[in-house]
């Protein structure tokens, strides 16, 4: 099962990935809201996985499709708490030097202020 939450700040979309993001159905409807805010000026997507439990190629093809759109716009996507087991794929597939990854963000007034010292 999967599930989403959204918090949007502009130029900020925080995204809480929730379960098992598995096929492009799974994703739909959090893509267009995704895609949807991403159009309205909000360039950075930060994507928390901490309570992704699992996610296979169609999942990741969906956080390329961020990536795309964000850097479209002149932004970025940054990938929070990712697990063990999912950081094993990124690292596997090398989808690690195409994301920017940060780990132990809260939220997304923490991701904020992490960013603004530089770290």
């Known amino acids: 099962m999967f599930e989403y939450s959204i918090e949007q700040e502009a130029p900020y979309v925080w995204v809480n990935l929730v379960g098992k993001l598995i096929t492009e159905d799974d994703a739909k409807e959090f893509m267009q809201k995704t895609d949807s805010l991403i159009s309205q000026n909000c360039n950075t997507a930060v994507i928390n996985m901490q309570n992704l439990n699992y996610i296979n190629s169609s999942g990741f093809n969906q956080l390329l499709k961020i990536l795309s759109a964000t850097r479209n716009l002149g932004g970025d996507t940054y990938l929070c708490n990712i ?13 690690n030097t195409i994301f920017t990854i940060k780990q132990e963000i809260k939220n997304l007034s923490d991701f904020k202020k992490n960013m603004s010292y530089g770290s």
């Open 83 to 95: 697990n063990s087991n999912i950081d094993t794929l990124l690292i596997t597939t090398k989808l």
